[in-house]
């Protein structure tokens, strides 16, 4: 395998980049590592997380004391944020993108699932219905060989579809519709960094992360040995690296093994004895606070940005019913006028 011309390395933050006490010894060596790829390589890092914004820079403050920053950050529902300065800024229109893309792939996606079924359950003989629901149907064939046909068949008409997965088990085909925001994500910046897919890696911990560990997002692919099960099997199945180390040992294995060529598709066994967790529950409480707060703000913001743009449209009569919307208002104002006057 020849080696990869690595510019985008994507990942996972929670049990992938951070996760266990053991990291932080780990820290000069993955910072050294990212300089690195960035000066040699113009490399660039993102994670992708399911944290909100504030408890994303809550549990990676002890990184950034140690310079460890990434170039783009994708938290929840798909906001996007790049390094400035000393923190982060919001990238509107990245993330603009990355919500056209995710409801219109979800569309897509829905809209390809059904056809699909329809043509199968149609065309092909002696195919029997074993279950069917809006995010996944599983046929069953008659003959292992119609099934395998049937399968070839799926995957081309999926082949630019991330959001739908399609797996066979002797007779029977399952295709299923996931979650893509990731794998959507990935695609906008790439895209916008001019970055093709086959320079690429992708590396997560769980099945939140399986949308982007997909050759059709990121040609390379890996997991550390924390990773659940079905983390473990997509990577293997994708031909990625699946590291023999936890977390953050497993990333830097990950990327140095995949620069070098040395990737290893095996699944490892699980030692008994886990490395031990970080105890972040009050962290993550305060930082749930702090979200709900922050999110309490900008519907109070919004919401008087709203009521002062009504108000100023009604009181010129341009809208709708404006004489009603006027009327508490004045009459909030001849109340004002006579308390005033008592004084």
Known sequence: MRKPDMRLLVTDLDG????????????????????????DRKLRWIISTGRHYGSFRTFTRPLERRGICSDLVVTRHGRVFEHHGKGYRFKPLYTARVEAMSLLGHAR????????HHHLSTRVQGVRRVLQLRNRFTLRFATLETAEDSLRWVKRQIQDIPALKAVRKEREIEVEHIACRKGHAVRVLSDRLGVSRDEILAIGDSSTDKCMLDRRVAFYTGCPLNADDEAKQIVHDMGGHLSRDFTMAGVIDIV?????GRISSEIPPVPEELPRRRHSGGVSSRSSSRDRQHLMRSYALGGAIVAITVVAFASFGVIPFSGLIMK????????????????
């Open 109 to 116: 996606a829905r809209r390809t699932l059904k056809q699909m």
């Open 328 to 343: 508490p208002i004045y009459l909030m104002f001849r109340l004002f006028d006579w308390i005033w006057s008592m004084f």
């Open 256 to 260: 140095t093994s995949t620069l070098d």
């Open 16 to 39: 992938t980049v951070m996760g266990h006490r053991d990291d932080r010894a780990l820290y000069p060596e993955f910072k050294d590592l990212i300089d690195e790829l960035r000066r």
